[in-house]
């Protein structure tokens, strides 16, 4: 079993930085892709970034690339998300989680992550 705990969401004015974490504690062994969801009220669950292990690639929802950057502290077992030049329609929960497999081509798939931590709000004003 593997833990997570996301922290560092807030609520910031349109053009903002913000820094989330997401701690992992458990069976961290078997940590080979981490990402990052969010969720609006009234939205599907959607991909923002995610980066995987041996070698950390990284990949990004085109709503994002180029303001925020995925990246990860192994000793800390700590993955981080720094998000820039925040955007209103940046709202949302962000929710961290774990796939126990190397998932570079369905990053993107909810359904590919074997565990979730319960989300961190951001809100961001306009």
């Known amino acids: 079993q593997v833990q997570l705990v996301e922290s560092g969401g807030g609520l910031v004015q349109a053009g903002d930085s913000l820094r989330l974490s997401c701690a992992a504690s458990?069976?961290?062994?078997?940590?080979?892709?981490m990402a990052w969801f969010r969720q609006a009220p009234g939205k599907e669950r959607e991909f923002v970034a995610a980066i995987i292990s041996g070698g950390d690639a990284t990949r990004y929802a085109d709503s994002v690339k180029g303001r925020f950057t995925i990246s990860r502290n192994n000793a800390k077992n700590t993955v981080y998300l720094q998000m820039n030049s925040l955007k209103p329609e940046d709202t949302a929960g962000y929710l961290c989680?774990?796939?126990?497999?190397?998932?570079?081509?369905?990053?993107?798939?909810?359904?590919?992550?074997?565990?979730w931590g319960q989300g961190t709000q951001v809100t961001v004003s306009s």
């Open positions: 989680a774990l796939g126990t497999g190397y998932y570079f081509t369905s990053y993107y798939r909810k359904d590919r992550y074997n565990y």
């Open positions: 458990g069976r961290t062994d078997t940590i080979y892709t």
